[in-house]
């Protein structure tokens, strides 16, 4: 998705660039996520707010040849950047188009929905949530991954931490969206009517590495948002930025992600 008043993060390459870092992070556990959906060859499968289309290239991947995956996301940039490393990689079976995912329309013709990161910054996510069921068959899978932003860490805490964790929590609810709704998603899940409600949580912690790499790209991330809803100056953001990345570089410091709580369920055949 692209910079609007509902999005906190920029888009762009430079939110492309802050992705690639988060899937690279994310790759373990969102992969054992999809391995319990029981993805199998000739699926169709959507993905949405798909970014920069790493989820979508390996449900590609997992569903050839017969199956299609496609992904939709509001920014065009990170589409067109996704496409060209589809066509690199030789992937046929998969297809992006420019959709705002509160407006996804369209007959039931998937056997999967998968949205990662998206409903944290809508306003109606039980309206989108509504919407994603319209695309699915009977008998298909609704497989959610969100965050719980109550549940990031950092030890020892510090001030530039705090500062980041107010200003994320602050303009994403700016924008109408929910920093923690994690903790409520299998109940939003459930109240959708699915059968076989499955949820798992998991954490991206780490003294080293990318996993603590994410604070200060995300702080970088919102900071047009922060400073359009006059949270903090330029010369704070960047002061919190260089603090966030220098305790990243101590490896006697521990980074824990927010808690990501992953749901899925069945549509019921009939």
């Not at 499968?45 to 992904?71: F, H, N, Q, S, Y």
């Not at 496409?83 to 420019?98: F, H, P």
């Not at 705090?162 to 923690?180: A, I, M, Q």
């Not at 003294?207 to 359009?228: F, Q």
């Amino acid at each position: 998705m692209t910079e609007t008043p509902h999005y906190a993060i920029r888009g762009g390459l430079p939110g492309r660039e802050r992705l690639r870092v988060l899937s690279r992070v994310m790759l373990e556990s969102t992969s054992s996520f999809l391995n319990r959906l029981d993805l199998v060859d000739g699926l169709n499968c959507l993905d949405v707010g798909c970014g920069g289309g790493d989820v979508t290239r390996e449900l590609a991947r997992r569903i050839a040849p017969a199956g299609k995956a496609v992904g939709i996301d509001l920014d065009a940039t990170k589409l067109s950047v996704a496409q060209e490393e589809a066509r690199d990689l030789g992937l046929s079976n998969l297809e992006y188009r420019q959709v705002d995912v509160r407006d996804v329309a369209g007959p039931p013709e998937y056997d999967v929905v998968y949205s990662r990161f998206v409903l944290t910054h809508l306003s109606n996510p039980e309206a989108v949530l509504s919407s994603f069921l319209k695309q699915l068959r009977p008998g298909g899978i609704l497989a959610l991954e969100d965050i719980d932003f109550s549940g990031s860490f950092a030890w020892p805490e510090t001030g530039a931490f705090r500062r980041f964790y107010e200003l994320y929590s602050t303009v994403v609810k700016n924008r109408g969206g929910d920093p923690h709704i994690g903790q409520r998603l299998p109940v939003l899940v459930k109240d959708c009517g699915l059968e076989s409600i499955q949820v798992s949580v998991v954490q991206p912690t780490g003294l080293t590495g990318e996993v603590k790499l994410l604070n200060g790209l995300t702080m970088e991330n919102i900071a047009d948002a922060v400073l359009a809803d006059g949270l903090a100056s330029t010369e704070e953001i960047d002061q919190i930025v260089d603090e966030l990345n220098a305790f990243a570089a101590d490896e006697r410091t521990v980074t824990g992600l927010p808690r990501i709580v992953q749901v899925w369920g069945r549509l019921p055949q009939s």
